[in-house]
């Protein structure tokens, strides 16, 4: 899902630019729990990773990354 996303916007600079325009959280509707949850944090990752360095919240994205990591880790158990 990151993946696909990220290339979305890396692709479409009129995208890039209205997400990098938002602020706060982002939400989802009509999904599962799991994925209303993970694709707001998802599009808060691209979000950060894809905004100017000197606007560039880099621990949000290490937050976020750091909740991907564990999230993988406790699916291998």
Known sequence: MYEGNLAKFQQNPKLSAELISTQGSITFDNSTAFWCKW?????????????PENIRNNDKIKNIWGQIESYEASQRK
């Open 39 to 51: 694709n707001g944090l998802i599009m808060e990752l691209i979000r950060e990773e894809i905004r």
